[in-house]
């Protein structure tokens, strides 16, 4: 049973430019949540989505950030207009029913040159 | 909102002695309480987990205690070895909601 999978695993961009996010969860979740780690530092959760459904975006910046996850296909998440300060490690999760255990994916490394 | 701070924010330790991690949430609406490790570079792994209606929970060298009143809870690593070493995460999350609430992490060093 494959875990959860994210791509890239590593993404250098510009200021000013889009960066996206893709992530599978594991087989039979419908569960994804993301949560970004600065260098140093704890996770913090951006958003919580259920197929369809943004369930709590309580996290996620006001601007230039959005999340989707579509019937089907991955969950993505999108920075417009990238700046420094986007340079994290962003990582999701899945589970297979609300309140459940949370599975992490390997991460994606965005680097905003 | 829900806070979680994580003391202390590095650990050092000699082969085959112990690490405590300390926690406190300020949510007493919280009731899961799982801790993550993470190695340089790679994803957090669940390692341990307990909910609010039990005081201790142990998997082997690993045991989570948890005190509701003063709203802390504590990870103890018994007979340490060098593969331990890795950054550790406790979180919180309360019933109603679905999102983890991290500490700020524990860098653990284990010397042989």
């Known amino acids: 049973n494959a875990g959860v999978m994210q791509n890239p695993r590593h993404l250098v961009r510009r200021r000013g430019q889009e960066a996206r996010l893709r992530c599978s969860p594991m087989k039979g979740h419908s569960h994804v949540y993301w949560y970004r780690q600065l260098p140093e530092e704890g996770l913090k959760f951006m958003v919580y989505l259920q197929k369809e459904n943004i369930i709590d975006e309580s996290g996620m910046p006001k601007e230039r950030f959005s999340a989707e996850f579509p019937k089907e296909g991955p969950s993505i998440l999108r920075i417009q207009q990238v700046v420094r300060g986007d340079s994290a490690a962003y990582f999701c999760a899945s589970s297979p029913q609300e309140g459940g255990e949370q599975f992490f994916g390997p991460g994606t490394r965005l680097t905003v040159l | 909102g829900e806070n979680v701070e994580q003391h202390p924010s590095t650990l050092s330790v000699q082969e085959g002695d112990s690490a405590v991690i300390k926690c406190t949430y300020s949510d007493s609406a919280s009731n899961y309480f799982p801790w993550y490790k993470q190695e340089l570079g790679k994803r957090p792994q669940l390692i341990i987990d307990?909910?609010?209606?039990?005081g201790e929970k142990k998997d082997q060298r690993i045991a989570v205690t948890l005190n509701k009143t003063a709203k802390h809870f504590s990870l103890h690593i018994t007979e340490t070895q060098p593969e331990d070493s890795a950054v550790y995460f406790c979180a919180a999350r309360k019933a109603a909601g679905n999102k983890l609430t991290f500490g700020g992490g524990t860098r653990v060093l284990v010397k042989p």
């Open positions: 307990i909910r609010s209606n039990v």
